[in-house]
Nanobody, 116 residues
Framework: QVQLVESGGGLVQPGGSLRLSCAAS????????LNWFRQAPGKVREFVAS????????NYADSVKGRFTISRDNAKNTAYLQMNSLKPEDTAVYYC?????????WGKGTQVTVSS
């Protein structure tokens, strides 16, 4: 059974940092790309970052480029999203996502709130 479990969210002041984790199980983690999405209240879910399976090629939304870093540890079956220089507009529920054998898998999300 494919499972993605996010953690690491919380309340942080503008300019602060957080590191989100996505623990994966039920599939061969190293063989699949991983994505992070986010959804702010009243807005559609949007792409944040992606990382490929083996080469670790990364891609970012323009809104987070230079501030966020996606990474993965295949030995731990875990993906990460390091978020620096956080802004109030980064406030959202952050979701881990992977497309596994024709199934679009999502975690339940972790809340990130950027506020003073």
């Amino acid at each position: 059974q494919v499972q993605l479990v996010e953690s690491g969210g919380g309340l942080v002041q503008p300019g602060g940092s957080l590191r989100l984790s996505c623990a994966a199980s039920g599939f061969t983690f190293s063989s699949y790309g991983l994505n992070w999405f986010r959804q702010a209240p009243g807005k559609v879910r949007e792409f944040v970052a992606s990382i490929s399976s083996r080469e670790g090629t990364t891609n970012y939304a323009d809104s987070v480029k230079g501030r966020f870093t996606i990474s993965r540890d295949n030995a731990k079956n875990t993906a990460y999203l390091q978020m620096n220089s956080l802004k109030p507009e980064d406030t959202a529920v952050y979701y881990c996502n992977a497309y596994i054998r024709g199934y679009n898998a999502w975690g339940k999300g972790t809340q990130v709130t950027v506020s003073s």
